[in-house]
């Protein structure tokens, strides 16, 4: 019996989602700044005696969430498949043309993300997708690991239905939508800077700007969360917060204010949302092949 075994990271999107979909990327380039987080999923290929075959899989988080989870499911579905052909690359492409295949506008971000984890910053033009040499601070990793709290609204995500209408209003030229998606992907590269100075206020600022361009490209991206968050930033309790992936639901960012981690997280707790901890996963995709 011969098993394989793979995993992939998910992620959270810092700044430049929207301008890795190539709707953009085949007229302008994108980038995007995410990091891979210790959440993995994960998939397994059984190969029996006689020649069967059976697979399963799963993820650490739930799916909707906006952290990538269907890309990385993908991203070691498509590895555990594939594993004599295996790179990261091509698992990655193969993850991505597949979304392509199941319907509605697909990044390329999330399954690079997950294929070679790490904190990325990734470059579109068309279909090509590049790793930018990129050295952000530690002490800048570390700060957004200690303060940077996500949380799972549990209000359903499904993000073709926030993409759909938007790409469609970009499809007839409008302006504010355009506008908007080079704000996003001009952010990422700003975002690229702060991590590599450890500008924390540049940070924050960048953060809460892509919310606020975000709101250009539709209100029912940060709808579902905004009367929560922004009760926090009134408070004071946090100084910036963004959706993760498409929004509409899923999960949220919030970046805590120093002393109040725990009132950040208790909050989340009081309005239903699920806290998960991570930190950054350095690895991407993991490959174990058992013979028996």
Not at 146 to 163: M, N
Not at 250 to 267: P, R
Request: aromatic share 6%; with cysteine; glycine share 8%.
């Amino acid at each position: 019996m011969v098993k394989i075994r793979t995993s992939a990271p998910i992620r959270i999107d810092l700044a430049g989602g929207w301008s890795d979909i190539r709707d953009y990327t085949i007229n302008y380039p994108g980038a995007v700044v995410n990091i891979a987080i210790n959440k993995r999923a994960h998939a397994e290929l059984e190969i029996d005696e006689d020649g069967y075959l059976s697979m399963n899989y799963n993820c650490e988080v739930p799916v909707g969430t906006g952290l990538g989870t269907s890309s990385a499911i993908n991203v070691a579905l498509l590895s555990c498949i594939n594993h004599n052909k295996f790179s990261p690359e091509e698992s990655a492409e193969l993850a991505h043309k597949f979304e392509v295949i199941l319907g509605g506008p697909v990044g390329r971000q999330d399954q690079w993300a997950s294929a070679f984890g790490g904190v990325q910053y990734l470059k579109f033009n068309k279909d090509n997708v590049e790793i930018i040499p990129f050295k952000p601070m530690e002490s800048a990793i570390k700060w957004l690991e200690k303060y940077l709290i996500i949380a799972h609204s549990k209000i359903a995500h499904k993000s073709g239905e926030v993409h759909a209408p938007i790409w469609e209003k970009f499809k007839q030229d409008d302006p504010k939508i355009l506008n908007a998606i080079h704000k996003l992907k001009n952010l990422a590269d700003e975002m690229s800077l702060a991590l590599e100075k450890d500008e924390r206020d540049s940070i924050k600022n960048i953060l809460n700007e892509v919310t606020k361009t975000t709101d250009n490209l539709s209100k029912s991206i940060n709808d579902p969360v905004r009367e929560v968050c922004e009760r926090l930033i009134d408070n004071k309790t946090i100084s910036a917060w963004k959706v993760m992936g498409a929004g509409g639901g899923g999960a949220v960012a919030l970046l805590s204010n120093e002393g109040n981690i725990e009132e950040t997280k208790k909050q989340c707790e009081l309005a239903g949302w699920m806290v998960i901890e991570w930190s950054t996963e350095t690895q991407g995709i993991l490959i174990e092949k058992i013979e028996e």
